[in-house]
């Protein structure tokens, strides 16, 4: 790639690039499809080891043990970006989440249970939405930043209606911690894990790749 090039696709990825729409391919594709199941089963697997993570770590912190699943609430929306980011379609990333979700309960038996998709679907709105709202047409720290701390907020109220923390005294802190967690974990860290996705060449034939060859030319 020139150095205009590179230029140009660095600025669209910071979304400081005019938006142009991709020419061709506006439908969902097999290969989108095949991609978006691939992202959900891998993201099952990691989402579950969070999980095993998270209950050493409660351990670890003694009394404000109950906490860390806050700390650490980030980490279960990492997919949803990254499957919005990498094809572009609408409820790329609410499909991505569910299907972590079905592979932690189904096959690895998560005792949350079938609320869990119930949560997935919650958080998958709240991480697309950033994106959906300009079209699925930028990509910059802005919308990274704000998918994870939509994805993060949303569940959080339907957590505490699970929960029972409406009314706490650690109500707020709850919120706030997982809001900064959603954004840092959930929504930043996505950011430069799309982007050495894409620089490795494996998904040019998806539209993060089509939209980067389009800004090139």
């Known amino acids: 790639m020139s ?8 600025a669209f990825e910071n979304g400081t690039a005019r938006p142009r729409p991709t020419r061709s391919h506006r439908g969902w ?33 003694g009394p404000l043990g109950d906490l860390t699943q806050h700390v650490l609430l980030g980490g279960w929306l990492l997919v949803s970006p990254i499957a919005v980011a990498i094809v572009r379609r609408p409820f790329a990333g609410v499909a991505a989440e569910i299907l972590a ?11 949350v249970g079938p609320l869990l998709f119930v949560a997935a679907g919650i958080q998958g709105i709240g991480s697309e939405l950033p994106f959906a709202l300009t079209r699925y047409r930028r990509y910059g720290w802005l919308q990274y930043a704000l998918s994870g701390a939509l994805g993060a907020g949303f569940v959080f109220f339907f957590s505490a209606f699970r929960s029972g923390w409406y009314g706490t005294d650690l109500f707020w802190i709850r919120l706030v911690v997982q809001v900064l967690s959603g954004i840092v974990l959930g929504g930043l860290l996505a950011k430069p894990i799309v982007s050495a996705v894409a620089r490795t060449g494996v998904v040019d034939n998806f539209a993060i790749g089509r939209d980067r060859a389009a800004r090139a030319e």
């Open 3 to 10: 150095a205009p090039e590179s230029a140009t696709a660095s």
């Open 101 to 111: 979700s079905v592979i932690e309960v189904v096959f690895l038996g998560s005792a």
């Open 29 to 61: 594709s097999l290969r989108d499809i095949m991609l978006i199941v691939v992202l959900g089963v891998v993201a099952g697997f990691l989402y579950w080891a969070l999980v095993q993570a998270w209950a050493w770590l409660s351990v670890l912190a």
